[in-house]
């Protein structure tokens, strides 16, 4: 009758879905058991023990204990640590927490002992008994322990893998790995709950995620230096006639380039869909090594047709503070994590440097407060009034109206005028990009920009030009080609709308929600200068 | 008192926040009127007319629109149709449905009516009416017009907006613009609800959203002709000593490429993680101009930790069934004007070769039915003996065990055969990728393939090769580089666990749920040989 699990039938969705389907799900064992005791000749139903078979992870573990105590589970994870031959720290990534097993070492063979080592992989069914020790609440007692595959432990010892403290830069260079430490596990958690935060606030207001292309065609934007996409052989490259490069023979048969922004095309699809956002990898060809800078980097990009300037501030600033706020309700292990080490790392620092406030403090105050919201000129006012200035304390002096904002100028408002997440806008046109809605002093375009504590610029957005002749004579003097956005101007001519959109650099969010402070260590493979490894 | 309009303080997000904070979001006008008057004195709440400038889509008045019955609001969008001077058909692409707007010509100026014509994008304020008329249930009787921006409306007449049928082709050259057509409207909200019960699909079950990177250094995985990606002036390439191209010299100082899968850097990830996945990007230089290839596609990876290959088909079959159901539940209207669309074509086609469900049924049969699981053994026992083989009615007859399976075999399982969804597992290694994971009798492979009617091939995926001696082993034979990819090796070295993943592109699920036939149509801006528009 329990033919089943012999039959090769998937036991773990089968139980899966039948937990499911008879709404067993947050039932207790006993009641599965009894459960099954009058359903005994369901197919998939055979033991209880099918039951216990559930792929349970850590976390599922150290939050639903309860249900499985007493009971005999199986858990599979790496070692973070063995202590005393009887206490494994179990660790799957699932959690930050590591579970407790404990092992009665005269129990097993001493060969199965012996390859229980840091990273060690293995699978161990036991008991689930409430903890006697301090810092844990509940434990396994080990009754079967299965090596699961090869450890190399003396080649271990060269890596990061070897439990000591690493530098950064060294986790770096084996990025395949950081992956299973504390600190990167953390970072990446954090990461995607950013992201699925940001699918979910867009969702949730009606916007449609659109994916725009990567190789593209036009370089007009002008947002910074690209990378060539071909596939022409490099040891022959086909000539025309007057010997120049007969890009007709390349793939697309056109020069193309790797995207530095999907928002022209994203405005061509709001022009339909009305809310709609991109999320995807775009691309500068910089040769900067900074702490602030990728060559590859993830963007966001919504764009919402009937929207101005105000509506796009609202909309950067609620949508911040939803990711926020999102992560601060769960993330909340791997943020007690990264606070404590944002905590260490203040201390390291002299104190005129250090913070003022803790991580999590830090960001439930910005979740919370409202953004001071502040336009270009005022803020030039402010800046030229300040002592800073006035000492010759910023390296770039700020002297008239009309120049562009260094770091260390955003940096000042932000951390020691307003000390409050800060909105510029109304720029001086010629500081910003053809496409930014010229406003009625015909001086400043409506472009507004988020500037965060430690981070500076966060969000880049602006009311879009909507009159074609306004953006037609813009584009003539900032020298972009007409002819090769034909289809942006398009969206001008039939039944054109007040638009507007910004973007958001992923990788700056996810530095500001962690604490890290350079932004190779926010991406599981950053590409750089000189680095494109893995 | 209500001066905060004056002062530039943001009406809509002030008005929307303080509709949620009062817990006023879902009362009528009426309600919130009453606590407006007990709250005068609150800033941002002022007057009624605040609440109703709320910015609504046409999906919200045409769901909500008892909550607005005879009051004046304010929508906006873009003129579909106008009949008789007197019934505007309004879409702003929040839904597929038109809001009804009566107009009484006879009350406003000529000018104003003249200009609303197809495509003309309108701000009208207005009284929300039960209709009387068939076809909806409510109606706006306007009171004022605004034209919000220029129409072109002969110019518009040489594009596809001017509204007749036009064909897919022509709609392709017009990309920018098809996303105002009823047809792409759908399609891409569709996409969008795919991608979003993706997201949600995997944060569910408790995976980390990983981005692997898109530039990349390795070129092992041999799934693919790669684009080379560079930052040399393709006219004057630097040569080392022995003339051969510096690539050191190169931006990365490497030989880079666009990425063909993200699985290798994935594995990595789940090795500490445990359950990861990826949703990006990636690229096939390989000249193929069919209606089921593109060179730029979106690719979705899950790779998890202590997963076997039965679990691996249990994930595969559960997510595509989540996401299937997702889209019946979320995107009704979408899916009911792609079913007449379908339906339609199906009309056009010779009887033998038509459909035999309706996408809708056949969207709802997939989501509930088990999907057949085949090994390739029984698969060729099947194909061998079945009549169209025996009668010569295959292209490619199938002669032995060890052949690979092309589209017509799969579609004569799918579609003939077991009329349903079917999972293949178990192939010859000969005819798979080398990190599959070599089966007891050393000729197969745990690799899986799900079959869908009318797709072919939708998911690919294995069980991987954890034990570093047989993947070493399997390198060699394949002839990949086993120096380029030391770090996946690494992942062998170091608590090597069981795993599995697969890939889904994201366009072939796509072309199922829409219906439709040419994957250039259920991707905004297709990449393809000699095209790389926009």
Redesign the interface.
């Known amino acids: 009758m329990c033919s089943s699990v012999k039959q090769?039938v998937?036991i773990?969705?089968a139980s899966?879905?039948s937990i499911n389907r008879w709404g067993l799900k947050n039932k207790t064992i006993a009641e599965k058991a009894a459960f099954i005791k009058n359903y005994s000749n369901f197919p998939y139903i055979c033991t209880l023990q099918m039951f216990t078979m559930e792929?349970r992870?850590v976390?599922?573990i150290l939050e639903g204990y309860k249900k499985v105590l007493h009971h005999d589970i199986t858990v599979?994870?790496?070692?973070r640590a063995f202590r005393s031959n009887r206490f494994i720290a179990l660790n799957?990534?699932?959690t930050i927490n590591n579970l407790q097993i404990v092992v009665d070492f005269e129990n097993f063979d001493e060969a199965i002992i012996k390859q229980i080592n840091t990273?060690?992989?293995l699978?161990i069914t036991g008991e689930v008994v409430e903890s006697q020790g301090a810092g844990q609440t509940v434990e396994i007692l080990a009754k079967k322990i299965v090596i699961?595959?090869?450890?190399?432990s003396e080649?271990?010892q060269k890596?990061i893998?070897q439990p000591k403290k690493h530098s950064l830069e060294k986790l770096r260079e084996?990025a395949?790995?950081?992956?299973?430490?504390n600190l990167?596990?953390a970072i990446?958690?954090v990461?995607?709950a950013v992201?699925?935060a940001i699918?979910e606030f867009f969702?949730k207001n009606?916007f449609?995620?659109?994916?725009?292309?990567?190789?593209?065609?036009?370089d007009a934007e002008g947002a910074g230096?690209m990378?060539?996409?071909?596939?022409?052989d490099?040891?022959n490259?086909p000539r025309d006639e007057n010997g120049d490069?007969d890009f007709e023979q390349d793939?697309?048969?056109?020069k193309?380039s790797?995207t530095v922004s999907g928002q022209l095309?994203a405005e061509?699809?709001?022009?339909?869909?009305?809310?709609v956002y991109t999320f995807?990898?775009t691309?500068r060809?910089e040769?900067s090594n900074t702490t602030r800078h990728l060559?590859?980097f993830?963007m966001v990009e919504p764009e919402v047709?009937?929207n101005n300037l105000?509506?796009n501030?609202?909309l950067a600033?609620?949508f911040l503070k939803y990711v926020i706020k999102y992560v601060l309700e769960n993330c909340k292990d791997d943020l007690e994590f990264l606070d404590k080490r944002f905590a260490e790392e203040q201390k390291q620092k002299p104190e005129k440097e250090r913070a003022k406030e803790g991580l999590i403090e830090k960001l439930e105050k910005v979740a919370e407060k409202r953004f001071k919201r502040v336009s270009y000129t005022e803020a030039i006012e402010i800046l030229m009034n300040s002592k800073e200035n006035k000492k010759g304390k910023f390296q770039f002096p700020v002297e008239h109206w009309g120049t562009d904002l260094q770091s260390e100028h955003e940096r000042f408002l932000v951390e020691k005028h307003f000390e409050s997440p800060v909105v510029l806008f109304d720029y001086p046109k010629e500081i910003k990009a053809f496409y930014m809605r010229l406003n009625e002093d015909g001086k400043t375009v409506a472009a507004m920009d988020v500037l965060f504590p430690g981070i500076g610029e966060i969000i880049g957005g602006s009311q879009r030009e909507?009159?074609?002749d306004v953006l037609k004579q813009k584009m003539k003097e900032m020298h972009v080609d007409e002819d090769e956005l034909w289809?942006?101007i398009?969206?001008?001519?039939?039944?054109?709308?007040?638009h507007a959109g910004f973007g958001l650099g992923l990788e700056r969010l996810v530095l500001f929600v962690t604490g890290m402070t350079n932004i190779r260590d926010v991406?599981?493979?950053p590409?750089t200068?000189?680095?494109?490894?893995?």
């Open positions: 090769n998937p773990y969705s899966q879905n792929k992870t976390k599922d599979q994870g790496w070692v799957d990534g699932s990273a060690s992989s699978k699961l595959g090869d450890n190399f080649e271990l890596t893998l084996e395949h790995l950081r992956f299973r430490t990167f596990g990446f958690r990461r995607s992201s699925f699918h969702n009606q449609f995620y659109i994916h725009t292309p990567i190789i593209t065609g036009a230096e990378f060539g996409v071909t596939n022409f490099l040891n490259i490069i793939f697309f048969a056109r193309t790797l095309e061509t699809a709001a022009m339909g869909l009305g809310r995807g990898p691309f060809a040769n060559a590859e993830w047709a009937f105000e509506d501030i609202d600033e609620n909507e009159r074609i289809w942006y398009d969206t001008r001519k039939f039944g054109s709308v007040p991406i599981p493979f590409r200068p000189k680095s494109a490894e893995f």
